[in-house]
Every structure is written in structure tokens, then in C-alpha cells.
């Protein structure tokens, strides 16, 4: 007698003729749904592991054309968050470039992150210290200097 309470010679002819069950000996029935579970979990990782890397290749291969195209003059972003401006490109892992005016960096070639469009509304650089260097609508006396004698003297 198997666990089902029929006699093995029953069960094995059940299982020789039933087409949803696995007949691997006399009063052995392995269900066709949990024998197929393993095989399809291992295609779905594989599918899955498949997908992942050709993607991941596809993406290194992007990043590597960008970077190894880069010219003078192409606006960057460093994986540092820094943005600037590339002022030499020639050598084969070093790039030269531009963060501030007057500041250049030697920074390598792995270390960008993307090539960044100029924003049209951004305004530059020189602009910003020009805004920053007039001061209207306040007079002299509205300014507090850290210096303790400075501030008594007013």
C-alpha cells in the first residue's frame, strides 16, 4: 500500500496511464507541475543573467566610446559631481580640464561620467562674479565685518 491507500500494482498502472503524472517505478508518481519547477526556475535565472549582461556590455561599450571620443572644448561631468570643460584630450588615460576659470585639473579618463550640453539659460561664470561684485541697495553701514575694531569704529 502507498500513502494514497491503493495497492502499489494499482497505483503504478495509474501512474503508467495518467498523462499529468511521472511513473518512476512500481508505487512512485512524481506530479508532471513539480518535476517541471527546477528546470523552469533554472531557464528563468539563466533568461534572466542573459538580459543583465548584454545590457551591462551594452552600457561599459557606451561609456568607453564616450570617453575615448572626447575633445577639447566638450563640457563633462566627473563621477566626483564636478562639471567643467575639457582642455586636452591627446594623452591616452589623462584628461586635462578645465572646473573653474583659471583652475585646470588633470583628472583620468575613467573618472567622466557624461558629456553634458552647454545649458542655453546657465549663466556663465564671469556673469555671476560680475552680479556678486555690485552690491546695490544696501550702503556701508548696513555690513558687519567679523573684526571686532571694525565694528566698534561704526
Keep these: 500500500m502507498c500513502a494514497f491507500g491503493v495497492s502499489a500494482d494499482t497505483f503504478h498502472r495509474f501512474a503508467t496511464t495518467c498523462t499529468w503524472g511521472l511513473a518512476l517505478g512500481p508505487g512512485t508518481l512524481v506530479p508532471m507541475q513539480s518535476s517541471l519547477i527546477l528546470p523552469l526556475m533554472l531557464a528563468a535565472m539563466a533568461a534572466f543573467m542573459f538580459f543583465s549582461i548584454r545590457n551591462q556590455k551594452k552600457r561599459a561599450a557606451a561609456v568607453t566610446e564616450m570617453q575615448s571620443s572626447l575633445t577639447a572644448g566638450a563640457r563633462v561631468q566627473l563621477h566626483a559631481g564636478l562639471f567643467g570643460t575639457v582642455v586636452d584630450a591627446d594623452r591616452e588615460d589623462i584628461v586635462t580640464i578645465e572646473i573653474a576659470p583659471g583652475v585646470v585639473t ?12 552647454p545649458d542655453a539659460d546657465a549663466p556663465s561664470i564671469e556673469s555671476i562674479d ?11 553701514s548696513d555690513t558687519v565685518s567679523l573684526d571686532k575694531e571694525q565694528n566698534e569704529e561704526k
Design 130 to 140: 560680475d552680479a556678486a561684485g555690485d552690491v546695490t541697495g544696501s550702503d556701508a
Design 106 to 117: 588633470e583628472w583620468n579618463r575613467m573618472a567622466i561620467r557624461e558629456v553634458v550640453s
